[in-house]
T-cell receptor
Framework: AQSVTQPDIHITVSEGASLELRCNYS??????LFWYVQSPGQGLQLLLK??????LVQGIKGFEAEFKRSQSSFNLRKPSVHWSDAAEYFC??????????FGTGTRLQVFP | EAGVVQSPRYKIIEKKQPVAFWCNPI?????LYWYRQNLGQGPELLIRYENEEAVDDSQLPKDRFSAERLKGVDSTLKIQPAELGDSAVYLC???????????????FGPGTRLTVL
């Protein structure tokens, strides 16, 4: 069965620092991979997705993620975090574009 | 363009009472999803509609949960009777039509936070 693991429940960084959020998945084939962000009281917003091709994908708000098949990982990165990036981040894996399995999320806190 | 609309945003009820959530998807989106998000967890799919047809309801607890999407537009999710464990955020999402192998992004509404006392 597919599964997604986000090992970090809570991460705190200073504004301007770099960020990496970890995501590991379990799936037999190459899955569809996604990162979503959820601000308090808001729905989820898609940051980026990976289906195939270039393993480094660019998303909105300056985020990028790298697919590493050998490590079954799809980590999210940002070179310089802004205070407005504080939110909950979810990694998701899908056997199709319609059926997604979400991780438990990583809460990002940004200090000025 | 208006996003996915959900109401109410918050609902507090006593256990054994019924409750209903409403979702209006983005205009033109034929696929509609209902998710449940427990505290500290990611969303879990309850049911997916293609137009008015429920094409995946395998995770919907059918003894107490029901959903409908009459006319293939807005949708209602109902719980009757509610239990303490149903406290969660219920998210609705929609996606536009597309080819089988194309990606159709899911757009999420703000959710309804249900508290069962």
């Amino acid at each position: 069965a597919q599964s997604v693991t986000q090992p970090d429940i809570h991460i705190t960084v200073s504004e301007g620092a770099s960020l990496e959020l970890r995501c590991n998945y379990s799936y037999g084939a190459t899955p569809y991979l996604f990162w979503y962000v959820q601000s308090p009281g808001q729905g989820l917003q898609l940051l980026l997705k990976y289906f195939s091709g270039d393993t480094l994908v660019q998303g909105i708000k300056g985020f990028e993620a790298e697919f590493k098949r050998s490590q079954s990982s799809f980590n999210l990165r940002k070179p310089s975090v802004h205070w407005s990036d504080a939110a909950e981040y979810f990694c998701a894996v899908g056997e199709s574009t319609d059926k997604l399995i979400f991780g438990t999320g990583t809460r990002l806190q940004v200090f000025p | 363009e208006a996003g996915v609309v959900q109401s109410p945003r918050y609902k507090i009820i006593e256990k054994k009472q019924p409750v209903a959530f409403w979702c209006n998807p983005i205009s033109g989106h034929n696929t509609l999803y209902w998710y449940r998000q427990n505290l500290g967890q990611g969303p879990e799919l309850l049911i997916r509609y293609e137009n008015e047809e429920a094409v995946d309801d395998s995770q919907l607890p059918k003894d107490r949960f029901s959903a409908e999407r009459l006319k293939g537009v807005d949708s209602t999710l109902k719980i009757q009777p509610a239990e303490l464990g149903d406290s969660a955020v219920y998210l609705c999402a929609s996606s536009p039509p597309g080819g089988r192998w194309s990606y159709n992004e899911q757009f999420f509404g703000p959710g309804t936070r249900l508290t069962v006392l």
